[in-house]
């Protein structure tokens, strides 16, 4: 049963086993997820986006954005995760095909960094059940230890709001569509007008 935003504010750390339940439906072999998250509860896994959900994936600073604007004006979101610089917002199955549409007819929807769309036909690398321990530079990162290139780290892949029940719910284009427009406008000129970008068939993992 779908649980509303409002019931209650997701701030799980971790998945809980509801909420695994729910990632392992959207593949063709639950069984086989489960036990793999069995064997390694802190490994990421891939699943097919467009059965259970869609994912939006954003720029972490736009992402965040968008975020705090579902949270302030409503109605809230479903799973969220951070992964290779980006948020990802898990939405409702379509939601890849129609969001860039309506982004498109948008006066400020050019304004929003590239969002990749992940539907029917890709997939996505997912953070661990668990968020594994930090290694040393990303529990307490220091000058000295940043590479030669002067860039820091990546984060390891984890869950912002992490699923906790069996049928989270999920926002839909136009809620993301509003979402994406009023963290468009409040950024300003700060953000470069961009246009909607296609998705490769699998999140880099």
């Known amino acids: 049963m779908s649980r509303s935003p409002q019931d209650s504010l997701h701030t799980a750390a971790f998945v809980t086993p509801a909420g695994a339940d729910w990632l392992a439906s959207a593949s063709a072999s639950p069984r086989g997820v489960q036990a793999l998250w069995a064997a390694a509860p802190t490994a990421p896994v891939t699943l097919p986006c467009g059965t259970a959900f869609d994912v939006i994936s954003m720029d972490a600073l736009f992402g965040r954005r968008v975020v705090g604007r579902l949270w302030t004006d409503g109605p809230g979101t479903g799973p969220v995760a951070a992964q290779g610089g980006r948020v990802m917002l898990f939405a409702t199955p379509g939601t890849a095909q129609r969001l860039p549409a309506l982004l498109g007819w948008e006066e400020w929807g050019a304004a929003a960094p590239p969002l990749l769309c992940y ?61 994406c427009v009023r963290a468009a406008r409040a950024a300003g000129g700060d953000l470069v007008s961009t246009a909607v970008t296609s998705a490769p068939a699998a999140f880099p993992g």
């Not at 668990?130 to 820091?152: N, R, T």
């Not at 780290?153 to 709001?161: E, G, K």
């Open 119 to 179: 539907g029917r036909g890709d997939a996505v690398t997912v953070p661990p059940l668990f968020p594994p321990d930090p290694g040393p530079q990303e529990a307490a990162p220091l000058e000295h230890d940043a590479p030669e290139s002067g860039v820091a780290p990546m984060p390891s892949p984890r869950w912002l709001v992490a699923p906790d029940v069996r049928g989270p719910w999920l926002p839909g284009p136009e809620v993301l569509l509003w979402a």
